[in-house]
Protein backbone atom coordinates (compact mmCIF):
# COMPACT_ATOMS: atom_id res chain seq x y z
CA UNK A 1 0.00 0.00 0.00
CA UNK A 2 2.85 2.43 0.62
CA UNK A 3 4.53 1.48 -2.22
CA UNK A 4 2.22 2.15 -4.31
CA UNK A 5 0.83 5.61 -2.35
CA UNK A 6 4.94 6.55 -3.25
CA UNK A 7 4.28 5.64 -6.63
CA UNK A 8 1.27 8.06 -7.12
CA UNK A 9 2.85 10.27 -5.10
CA UNK A 10 5.85 10.64 -7.93
CA UNK A 11 3.47 10.38 -10.86
CA UNK A 12 1.59 13.34 -9.43
CA UNK A 13 5.00 15.26 -8.61
CA UNK A 14 6.14 14.80 -12.43
CA UNK A 15 2.70 15.75 -14.12
CA UNK A 16 3.24 19.04 -11.81
CA UNK A 17 7.26 19.21 -12.92
CA UNK A 18 5.85 18.78 -16.76
CA UNK A 19 2.95 21.30 -16.49
CA UNK A 20 5.06 23.66 -14.88
CA UNK A 21 7.08 23.34 -17.87
CA UNK A 22 4.79 23.80 -20.49
CA UNK A 23 3.43 27.33 -18.44
CA UNK A 24 6.58 28.58 -18.93
CA UNK A 25 6.86 27.49 -22.34
CA UNK A 26 3.56 29.05 -23.03
CA UNK A 27 4.15 32.23 -21.50
CA UNK A 28 7.92 32.93 -23.46
CA UNK A 29 5.60 32.14 -26.92
CA UNK A 30 3.42 34.90 -25.67
CA UNK A 31 6.19 36.86 -25.12
CA UNK A 32 7.88 35.86 -28.17
CA UNK A 33 5.04 37.07 -30.20
CA UNK A 34 4.44 40.44 -28.64
CA UNK A 35 8.15 41.26 -29.60
CA UNK A 36 9.65 40.93 -25.54
CA UNK A 37 12.29 38.64 -26.41
CA UNK A 38 14.84 38.88 -23.43
CA UNK A 39 11.72 38.08 -21.07
CA UNK A 40 10.96 35.10 -23.55
CA UNK A 41 14.11 33.75 -23.15
CA UNK A 42 13.94 34.17 -19.91
CA UNK A 43 10.78 32.17 -19.47
CA UNK A 44 12.52 29.36 -22.08
CA UNK A 45 14.95 29.31 -19.39
CA UNK A 46 12.94 28.66 -16.43
CA UNK A 47 11.11 25.53 -18.75
CA UNK A 48 14.45 24.34 -20.05
CA UNK A 49 15.32 24.48 -15.89
CA UNK A 50 12.38 22.25 -15.64
CA UNK A 51 12.09 19.78 -17.90
CA UNK A 52 15.68 19.79 -20.06
CA UNK A 53 14.68 17.21 -22.60
CA UNK A 54 11.63 20.18 -23.88
CA UNK A 55 12.56 19.96 -27.32
CA UNK A 56 10.47 22.82 -28.85
CA UNK A 57 11.90 24.76 -25.75
CA UNK A 58 15.13 24.62 -27.16
CA UNK A 59 13.92 25.61 -30.52
CA UNK A 60 12.09 28.44 -29.71
CA UNK A 61 14.86 29.65 -27.70
CA UNK A 62 17.13 29.65 -30.38
CA UNK A 63 14.81 31.32 -32.37
CA UNK A 64 14.34 34.23 -30.06
CA UNK A 65 18.25 34.31 -29.29
CA UNK A 66 19.29 35.09 -33.57
CA UNK A 67 16.06 37.79 -33.08
CA UNK A 68 18.26 40.01 -30.66
CA UNK A 69 21.58 39.39 -32.52
CA UNK A 70 22.84 36.16 -30.30
CA UNK A 71 23.87 34.21 -33.18
CA UNK A 72 26.54 31.70 -31.24
CA UNK A 73 23.87 30.73 -28.13
CA UNK A 74 20.95 30.23 -31.10
CA UNK A 75 23.02 28.01 -33.21
CA UNK A 76 23.50 26.13 -29.52
CA UNK A 77 20.29 25.67 -28.93
CA UNK A 78 19.38 24.55 -32.27
CA UNK A 79 22.34 21.68 -32.70
CA UNK A 80 20.63 21.03 -28.43
CA UNK A 81 17.27 20.35 -30.45
CA UNK A 82 18.49 18.00 -32.83
CA UNK A 83 20.60 16.23 -30.94
CA UNK A 84 17.37 15.72 -28.78
CA UNK A 85 15.24 15.09 -31.64
CA UNK A 86 16.95 14.34 -35.29
CA UNK A 87 13.95 14.48 -37.52
CA UNK A 88 13.24 18.08 -36.24
CA UNK A 89 14.11 19.36 -39.57
CA UNK A 90 12.88 23.23 -38.83
CA UNK A 91 15.71 23.46 -36.69
CA UNK A 92 17.87 22.24 -39.38
CA UNK A 93 16.51 24.93 -41.38
CA UNK A 94 16.87 27.68 -39.59
CA UNK A 95 20.55 26.94 -38.22
CA UNK A 96 21.32 26.63 -41.75
CA UNK A 97 20.30 30.01 -42.84
CA UNK A 98 21.78 31.63 -40.27
CA UNK A 99 24.92 29.90 -41.08
CA UNK A 100 24.65 31.65 -44.34
CA UNK A 101 23.78 35.11 -42.81
CA UNK A 102 27.43 34.43 -41.33
CA UNK A 103 28.74 33.23 -45.33
CA UNK A 104 29.82 29.96 -42.80
CA UNK A 105 28.94 28.20 -45.97
CA UNK A 106 30.21 24.49 -44.50
CA UNK A 107 28.00 24.94 -41.66
CA UNK A 108 24.73 25.79 -43.61
CA UNK A 109 25.28 22.57 -46.18
CA UNK A 110 25.95 20.55 -43.16
CA UNK A 111 22.01 21.45 -41.40
CA UNK A 112 20.51 22.50 -45.19
CA UNK A 113 21.04 18.81 -46.09
CA UNK A 114 19.81 17.23 -43.00
CA UNK A 115 16.68 19.72 -43.73
CA UNK A 116 16.64 18.56 -46.99
CA UNK A 117 16.95 14.98 -46.10
CA UNK A 118 13.78 15.12 -44.01
CA UNK A 119 11.53 17.49 -46.50
CA UNK A 120 13.23 16.55 -49.76
CA UNK A 121 10.49 19.03 -51.32
CA UNK A 122 11.19 21.99 -48.86
CA UNK A 123 11.67 25.13 -51.02
CA UNK A 124 13.40 27.49 -48.76
CA UNK A 125 16.19 24.64 -47.65
CA UNK A 126 16.83 24.23 -51.75
CA UNK A 127 16.99 28.30 -52.10
CA UNK A 128 19.17 28.24 -49.10
CA UNK A 129 21.26 25.60 -50.02
CA UNK A 130 21.74 26.80 -53.71
CA UNK A 131 23.20 29.80 -51.62
CA UNK A 132 25.57 28.17 -49.73
CA UNK A 133 26.84 26.13 -52.73
CA UNK A 134 27.01 29.47 -54.74
CA UNK A 135 29.42 31.16 -51.92
CA UNK A 136 31.46 28.23 -52.34
CA UNK A 137 31.52 28.89 -56.07
CA UNK A 138 30.37 25.31 -56.79
CA UNK A 139 27.55 26.99 -59.29
CA UNK A 140 26.38 23.94 -60.86
CA UNK A 141 24.84 22.14 -57.39
CA UNK A 142 23.49 25.50 -56.65
CA UNK A 143 21.45 25.54 -60.07
CA UNK A 144 20.31 22.27 -59.36
CA UNK A 145 19.30 23.68 -56.12
CA UNK A 146 17.89 26.47 -57.87
CA UNK A 147 16.06 24.39 -60.98
CA UNK A 148 14.06 22.44 -58.19
CA UNK A 149 12.68 25.55 -56.12
CA UNK A 150 11.47 26.65 -60.12
CA UNK A 151 10.00 23.43 -60.90
CA UNK A 152 8.34 23.23 -57.99
CA UNK A 153 7.55 27.13 -57.77
CA UNK A 154 7.43 28.63 -61.15
CA UNK A 155 7.17 32.17 -59.58
CA UNK A 156 10.13 32.20 -57.15
CA UNK A 157 11.69 35.61 -57.86
CA UNK A 158 14.78 34.97 -55.26
CA UNK A 159 15.27 31.43 -57.44
CA UNK A 160 14.99 33.22 -60.74
CA UNK A 161 17.82 36.12 -59.13
CA UNK A 162 20.60 33.65 -57.71
CA UNK A 163 19.83 31.00 -60.93
CA UNK A 164 20.86 34.00 -63.07
CA UNK A 165 23.65 35.05 -60.82
CA UNK A 166 25.14 31.39 -60.84
CA UNK A 167 24.86 31.60 -64.68
CA UNK A 168 26.45 35.03 -64.84
CA UNK A 169 29.52 33.82 -62.78
CA UNK A 170 29.41 30.53 -65.06
CA UNK A 171 29.66 33.15 -68.50
CA UNK A 172 26.38 31.69 -69.74
CA UNK A 173 25.44 34.96 -69.99
CA UNK A 174 21.98 34.78 -71.90
CA UNK A 175 20.42 32.02 -69.38
CA UNK A 176 21.53 34.53 -66.78
CA UNK A 177 19.62 37.30 -69.05
CA UNK A 178 16.48 35.02 -69.03
CA UNK A 179 16.47 34.54 -65.77
CA UNK A 180 16.41 38.31 -64.37
CA UNK A 181 13.79 38.95 -67.74
CA UNK A 182 11.65 35.91 -65.38
CA UNK A 183 12.08 37.81 -62.07
CA UNK A 184 11.48 41.11 -63.58
CA UNK A 185 8.27 39.64 -65.12
CA UNK A 186 6.92 38.27 -61.47
CA UNK A 187 7.93 41.10 -59.23
CA UNK A 188 8.36 44.53 -61.95
CA UNK A 189 8.60 46.77 -58.53
CA UNK A 190 11.37 45.33 -56.93
CA UNK A 191 14.77 46.44 -58.40
CA UNK A 192 17.21 43.03 -57.72
CA UNK A 193 16.17 42.12 -61.19
CA UNK A 194 16.92 45.27 -63.46
CA UNK A 195 20.61 46.09 -61.74
CA UNK A 196 21.74 42.09 -62.16
CA UNK A 197 20.20 42.22 -66.06
CA UNK A 198 21.91 45.39 -66.26
CA UNK A 199 25.41 43.88 -65.01
CA UNK A 200 25.43 41.33 -67.65
CA UNK A 201 24.41 43.68 -70.49
CA UNK A 202 27.55 45.70 -69.31
CA UNK A 203 29.48 42.30 -69.00
CA UNK A 204 28.37 42.14 -72.70
CA UNK A 205 29.06 46.02 -73.26
CA UNK A 206 25.65 46.13 -74.20
CA UNK A 207 25.71 49.58 -72.29
CA UNK A 208 22.69 51.45 -73.80
CA UNK A 209 20.18 48.15 -72.07
CA UNK A 210 22.43 47.82 -69.26
CA UNK A 211 21.35 52.03 -68.90
CA UNK A 212 18.05 51.18 -69.14
CA UNK A 213 18.01 48.61 -66.68
CA UNK A 214 19.67 50.72 -63.99
CA UNK A 215 17.47 53.76 -64.68
CA UNK A 216 14.44 51.30 -64.52
CA UNK A 217 15.87 50.17 -60.51
CA UNK A 218 16.03 53.68 -59.76
CA UNK A 219 12.51 54.66 -60.61
CA UNK A 220 11.30 51.70 -58.60
CA UNK A 221 14.18 52.26 -55.64
CA UNK A 222 14.93 55.79 -56.17
CA UNK A 223 18.04 55.09 -53.10
CA UNK A 224 19.12 52.21 -54.69
CA UNK A 225 22.93 53.13 -54.26
CA UNK A 226 24.33 49.82 -56.29
CA UNK A 227 21.88 50.65 -59.22
CA UNK A 228 23.50 54.19 -59.31
CA UNK A 229 27.09 53.15 -59.11
CA UNK A 230 26.63 50.63 -61.71
CA UNK A 231 25.09 53.15 -64.05
CA UNK A 232 28.01 55.30 -63.35
CA UNK A 233 29.94 52.54 -65.00
CA UNK A 234 28.42 52.18 -68.08
CA UNK A 235 27.96 55.88 -68.33
CA UNK A 236 31.60 56.39 -68.39
CA UNK A 237 31.99 53.43 -71.04
CA UNK A 238 30.11 55.50 -72.87
CA UNK A 239 31.99 58.42 -72.32
CA UNK A 240 29.50 60.45 -70.57
CA UNK A 241 31.99 61.54 -67.99
CA UNK A 242 29.63 64.17 -66.03
CA UNK A 243 26.74 61.94 -66.13
CA UNK A 244 29.05 59.12 -64.92
CA UNK A 245 30.06 61.69 -62.02
CA UNK A 246 26.43 62.63 -61.04
CA UNK A 247 25.99 58.85 -60.07
CA UNK A 248 28.61 57.99 -58.49
CA UNK A 249 27.98 61.34 -56.44
CA UNK A 250 24.27 59.91 -55.81
CA UNK A 251 26.10 56.76 -54.70
CA UNK A 252 27.85 58.23 -52.45
CA UNK A 253 25.02 60.33 -51.14
CA UNK A 254 23.25 57.52 -50.37
CA UNK A 255 26.21 55.47 -49.07
CA UNK A 256 28.63 57.70 -47.59
CA UNK A 257 31.14 54.55 -47.19
CA UNK A 258 31.24 53.78 -50.39
CA UNK A 259 34.86 53.75 -51.30
CA UNK A 260 34.57 52.35 -54.72
CA UNK A 261 32.25 55.39 -55.90
CA UNK A 262 34.99 57.74 -54.41
CA UNK A 263 37.33 56.18 -56.46
CA UNK A 264 35.48 55.85 -59.75
CA UNK A 265 34.22 59.83 -59.26
CA UNK A 266 38.38 60.60 -58.85
CA UNK A 267 39.14 58.79 -62.05
CA UNK A 268 36.04 60.51 -64.14
CA UNK A 269 37.38 64.17 -62.94
CA UNK A 270 40.88 63.63 -64.15
CA UNK A 271 39.48 62.19 -67.41
CA UNK A 272 37.92 65.57 -67.03
CA UNK A 273 41.15 67.21 -66.04
CA UNK A 274 40.08 68.17 -62.32
CA UNK A 275 43.33 67.01 -60.60
CA UNK A 276 42.47 68.51 -57.53
CA UNK A 277 38.92 67.51 -56.86
CA UNK A 278 39.70 64.20 -57.85
CA UNK A 279 42.53 64.01 -55.54
CA UNK A 280 40.30 64.76 -52.81
CA UNK A 281 38.34 61.78 -53.91
CA UNK A 282 40.90 59.77 -53.97
CA UNK A 283 42.40 60.87 -50.35
CA UNK A 284 38.51 60.44 -49.62
CA UNK A 285 38.90 56.46 -50.61
CA UNK A 286 41.90 55.89 -49.36
CA UNK A 287 41.31 56.55 -46.13
CA UNK A 288 38.88 53.72 -45.75
CA UNK A 289 41.44 51.20 -44.79
CA UNK A 290 43.24 48.46 -46.70
CA UNK A 291 41.88 49.73 -50.45
CA UNK A 292 45.17 49.20 -51.78
CA UNK A 293 44.17 50.73 -55.58
CA UNK A 294 43.00 53.55 -53.59
CA UNK A 295 46.45 54.27 -51.84
CA UNK A 296 48.56 53.28 -54.99
CA UNK A 297 46.53 55.83 -56.69
CA UNK A 298 46.93 58.32 -53.93
CA UNK A 299 50.82 57.62 -54.39
CA UNK A 300 51.29 57.81 -57.67
CA UNK A 301 48.95 60.88 -58.38
CA UNK A 302 48.45 62.72 -55.44
CA UNK A 303 52.03 62.25 -53.60
CA UNK A 304 50.56 61.75 -50.47
Known sequence: MRTFLLLASLLIAQQSIAQTAAEYFNSAIQKAQSG???????????????????????????????????????????????DLDKSYAQAYLTAGNLYNQRENSTGALKNLDAAIKLQPDNIEAHLNR???YANLKDHEKAIA?????????????DAY????????KMNQYDKAISDFTEAIRFAKMRPEGYVN??????????YENAIADYTQAIVVDPNYSDAFYNRGIA??????????????????????????SYLNRAVEKLILGNKDDACADVIKA????????????????CKQ
Open 145 to 157: DYDMVIKADRTNY
Open 286 to 301: ASFGDFKRAIQMRNEI
Open 161 to 168: IHRGISYR
Open 36 to 82: QMNEAIADFDKCLDKDPTFVDAWYWRGVAKAAIGQIDDALSDFERTT
Open 235 to 260: YSKRDQHQDAIRDFSKAIAINPNDKE
Open 197 to 206: RGIVYGIKEE
Open 130 to 132: GRA
